[in-house]
């Protein structure tokens, strides 16, 4: 044996490892593993495995025990989980991730390339030759131990398989909207206020009733509204997401209700709207605030009605749908504004859920945090090993996340991507993170010579911390005075009583 200390062995354990138990006559072959350490002395050694039948498990722990009782090396073994030995993104982020722990010990690293399939063997070349310097070793009856020259060099911008991603996998990775057969099991959620919204979403579900969902950018309007479709009695016909705010004025009619062939420049056929397309199912009208007065009137005649007329057409058209509408605008100070129809909001404001920010959902956001990376995870296997650090999760509940979920899944994704190790840092979270200038506050800037409604303001204001008070307190009104800085809970209910807050 060579005494002196070769720093780290790596290898995968292999069948000819696992058989070398099984030869009990001297000169009998004892495997790659056992003849490398025969031969040299390490600091330390660590064995991959990866096999999933029991009896193989068995045959690897009986392995592990015959090789200790050999050597006076300590001997890690590490079971890698792989769903396939042939997978080379699986085995690269294994490998990737050994390595890299074994190079941060700043001593030399070697790697037995005989155990293991083919592609654990290129996955091991192209690391070395690349990231991480080390000697390569083979081994086998016909030939023994050998010290290996790969007689080639790689670029030292080879791109591992996060940055080789097709496209196509980023942008199913980027894409937020809700999935198509969403169900109330789909809402992560373990704040009782949202449990309580999602017991609400499937009552309303159940009735033939239109639905208003408030909330800001990125809270799930669109996925309560799928999950309302998917537990209805329409959930067998099709649900049609329409954002409002993203059609010009112009064509709103043309989307909503089709036209006919000639009906304008470009109408070479006819088209049938969302309202035909929605025929027996479920209409969702999202920005639906963002509908001009004159688009108002119109759609008002067709929820009163059920009719419709196409553009460019002299006859109506009768349509059953279900509306479900959805707007982070506050419609009531639109009504009173004159902004928006005060006759079309309560045909709409039926049923009607208010969706909180993420900043509101007390206990959630280091729920959803887990769930979403356990989502990119089962997506691609590039993301199956990432891990958030406690200091990276510190950040992530000191940032307000104005986009909410979607803010947030987006900003994992991005620190994702770009962090160098398995290990997602708090710098890798503030690099991924958009820093957005902080909005004035409205109430605070308002013209006193046009006139002002003061009792509504300071309104508006208590309902914001009244409402977020009540969220994190559990509903729990005395604790809720006492964050509020109240002497007991009657002045809170004073107080909701004064300026109308619910509850």
Not at 181 to 201: E, G, R, S, Y
Request: proline fraction near 4%; hydrophobic fraction near 40%.
């Amino acid at each position: 044996m060579n005494f002196r200390k070769q720093g780290s062995l790596i290898s995968w354990i292999g069948t000819a490892d696992l058989n070398a138990i099984d030869s009990s006559s001297e000169g009998q072959p004892v495997g790659p593993i056992a003849a490398m350490l025969q031969e040299y002395d390490f600091d330390r050694v660590c064995l991959l495995h990866s096999y999933s039948k029991p009896e193989d498990k068995a045959r690897v722990d009986s392995y592990l025990s015959w090789l200790r009782e050999r050597v006076t090396t300590s001997v890690d073994d590490h079971d890698a989980g792989l769903t396939s030995p042939v997978d080379f993104g699986e085995i690269y982020l294994i490998a990737d991730k050994h390595l890299s722990q074994l190079a941060k010990l700043k001593q030399s690293i070697s790697i037995l390339l005989s155990p293991g399939t083919p592609a654990m063997q290129a996955v091991w070349i192209l690391l070395g030759k690349t990231k991480y310097p080390c000697e390569y070793y083979q081994s086998s009856p016909e030939q023994g131990l050998q010290k290996v020259q790969i007689p080639f060099s790689l670029s030292a911008e080879y791109v591992p398989s996060l940055k080789r991603m097709r496209n196509s996998q980023l942008s199913r990775l980027i894409d937020t909207s809700a999935p198509v057969n969403v169900a109330f099991d789909d809402i992560v959620t373990q704040n009782p206020h949202m449990l309580k919204l999602k017991a609400q979403a499937q009552v309303l579900a159940e009735r033939e009733l239109p639905v208003l969902i408030y909330g800001e950018t990125g809270t799930g309007k669109e996925l309560f509204a799928r999950a309302i479709h998917a537990a209805s009695s329409r959930s067998s016909k099709d649900f049609k997401a329409v954002n409002c705010g993203a059609i010009p004025s112009e064509l709103i009619d043309a989307e909503l209700f089709g036209y006919k062939k000639g009906a304008f420049t470009g109408a070479i056929a006819d088209k049938p709207g969302y309202f035909d397309q929605a025929d027996g199912g479920t209409l969702f009208l999202d920005e639906f605030g963002e509908l001009e007065p004159s688009a108002q009137v119109r759609l008002l005649r067709v929820l009163n009605d059920g009719e419709f007329t196409p553009v460019g057409s002299t006859t109506s058209k009768k349509t059953d749908v279900r509306l479900i509408t959805a707007t982070h605008r506050n419609l009531m100070e639109d009504v009173a504004n004159g902004r928006f129809r005060e006759d079309l909001f309560y045909r709409v404001a039926v049923g009607v859920l208010h969706l909180p920010p993420l900043r509101e959902r007390q206990g959630d956001l280091l729920f959803l945090v887990d769930n979403i990376m356990q989502s990119l995870a089962e997506e691609d296997v590039a993301f199956k090993n990432k891990k958030i650090s406690p200091n990276a999760k510190n950040l992530i509940l000191s940032h307000p996340w104005r986009g909410n979920v979607r803010e947030l899944r987006s900003t994992l994704l991005r620190a994702s991507l770009w962090a160098h190790e398995n290990l997602i840092t708090s710098s890798d979270i503030q690099q991924a993170l958009f820093q957005m200038p902080e909005k004035e506050n409205a109430l605070l800037h308002k013209d006193v010579a046009n006139g002002i409604d003061l009792k509504a303001m300071i309104g508006e204001f208590a309902a914001k911390y009244v409402r977020g008070a009540m969220v994190e307190s559990g509903g729990k009104k005395a604790k809720a005075a006492e964050m509020l800085g109240f002497n007991n809970y009657q002045t809170l209910n004073n107080w909701m009583k004064r300026y109308k807050i619910s509850d």
